[in-house]
């Protein structure tokens, strides 16, 4: 009887592991490639804006799919994803994901669908907001759970936050108060968690060694939570006029300004980690998921920069933001590149051989 296995089954076989084992901030893709088209959109760019939008979607089809099959066949690998404090704030990336494929859509005048997005995407986002942090920090076995504190903790920001521009956006055409409410209760709520997930990281890095494989560029989530919030802050300053927003409009404002000084003073310190990383450590530099948290920060603090300067007449600011956007993109294509690049050996054969090490 023959041992060989037909291309079929190996081509499923590497399916099924590939999504048994789909890291939880895979979403991070369709944020990257949706605030670029967003970008994109703002600077006048719609065939540029049209493709990226069209390969972010395509994305979050597959990985919604992936996720929901994972959930139905793998419950263990997601439950040790809930209760892995390093990659369980991951799955916020879902949130945020929804809600910038819900803002393009409002660009393009699809205003029904956006806010079908935003109810799907505050859904999630109250029950992974008190799921992933009982069962990752809280509920996870190993203690401290501050010594496995990352950069994708900032992603529960990013999360909040992308619902305050989702709300923010749609406020103007369906003016509806509960909008105006959502988008500052979801941009204060925001600004909260970004100081604590702050303090967190912070502590780790302080408290715990700090290894070249340890600095992930999960951390680049850092300057893209500050930016997005900059960008909330913004959208709601652009808010029709309610009392709601004359309350919190000139704070919301204000804060904006502040963070995007801070997201701007990040980029020295982010690039000198990944070059002790990988010059001074000489880590190789390989494509890993984690590289799309770091693509998105980019495009996202170029979007900030642009609508902030709309808001507030910035024009330093917004020709910052333009340069930015392109650099973004390019970063995009060389991550994107290296995603497309098959690697020496396949997930099969890479987990069967792990597996076999194991005691």
Same mark, same amino acid.
């Given at each position: 009887m *023959?041992?060989?296995v037909?291309?079929? @089954?190996?081509?499923l076989?590497?399916v099924?592991?590939?999504v048994e084992?789909?890291?939880p901030?895979?979403f991070?893709?369709?944020?990257a ?5 967003v970008?994109m ?24 799919i992936?996720?929901? /099959? ?6 263990a ?9 390093s990659?369980g ?19 393009a ?20 907001g008190?799921?992933?942090p009982?069962?990752?920090?809280l ?13 994708t /903790?900032f992603? #529960?920001?990013?999360?909040?936050? *992308? ?5 923010? @956006?749609?406020?103007p ?11 500052l209760?979801s ?16 502590? !780790? ?13 999960? =951390? /680049?989530v ?7 919030t ?6 709601i300053? %652009?808010m029709?006029?309610?009392?709601? @927003? ?7 404002g204000?804060? *904006?300004?502040v963070? #995007? ?7 020295p310190?982010?690039l000198?980690?990944g #070059?002790?990383?990988?010059v001074?450590? !000489?880590?190789?530099?390989? =494509?890993e998921?984690?590289? /799309? ?8 603090y170029a ?6 300067? %709309? ?31 098959p690697r ?6 890479a987990?069967?051989?792990e597996?076999?090490? !194991?005691?």
């Amino acid at each position: 009887m *023959s041992d060989v296995v037909s291309p079929t @089954t190996r081509s499923l076989a590497r399916v099924r592991d590939g999504v048994e084992h789909l890291d939880p901030g895979y979403f991070a893709l369709v944020m990257a490639s949706g605030i670029i088209s967003v970008g994109m959109y703002v600077r006048g760019f719609g065939a540029v804006s049209d493709a990226f939008f069209a390969l972010a979607t395509g994305a979050y089809g597959v990985l919604t799919i992936g996720t929901v /099959w994972r959930v139905a066949s793998h419950r263990a690998a997601m439950a040790d994803d809930l209760h892995d404090p390093s990659r369980g704030f991951g799955f916020f990336t879902f949130v945020a994901a929804t809600n910038v494929l819900g803002v393009r859509c409002a660009m393009a005048e699809l205003p029904r669908v956006a806010l079908v997005l935003l109810l799907v995407a505050t859904a999630s986002w109250l029950v992974l907001g008190y799921l992933v942090p009982w069962t990752a920090v809280l509920g996870s076995a190993e203690r401290p759970a501050l010594a496995r504190a990352n950069g994708t /903790w900032f992603v #529960w920001v990013v999360a909040s936050q *992308s619902i305050a521009v989702s709300a923010a @956006t749609l406020e103007p055409v369906f003016a509806h108060r509960a909008l105006a409410l959502l988008a500052l209760f979801s941009w204060s709520v925001g600004v909260v968690l970004y100081v604590v997930a702050g303090v967190f990281v912070v502590a !780790r890095l302080l408290l715990y060694p700090i290894t070249p494989e340890g600095l992930t560029p999960a =951390y /680049w989530v850092a300057m893209g939570a500050a930016a997005i919030t900059v960008l909330a802050g913004s959208r709601i300053a %652009m808010m029709t006029d309610t009392p709601t @927003t004359a309350l919190m409009g000139g704070l919301a404002g204000g804060v *904006s300004a502040v963070l #995007w000084a801070f997201a701007t003073w990040l980029f020295p310190p982010l690039l000198a980690a990944g #070059w002790w990383r990988h010059v001074v450590h !000489r880590d190789p530099l390989r =494509y890993e998921p984690g590289l /799309w948290s770091m693509v998105f920060p980019l495009g996202m603090y170029a979007v900030a920069s642009l609508t902030l300067h %709309m808001a507030e007449g910035l024009g330093v600011v917004g020709a910052v933001g333009a340069v930015e956007l392109w650099f973004s993109v390019a970063v995009w294509l060389v991550v994107f590149a290296g995603m497309l690049v098959p690697r020496s050996r396949g997930p099969v054969e890479a987990t069967t051989t792990e597996r076999g090490a !194991r005691p």
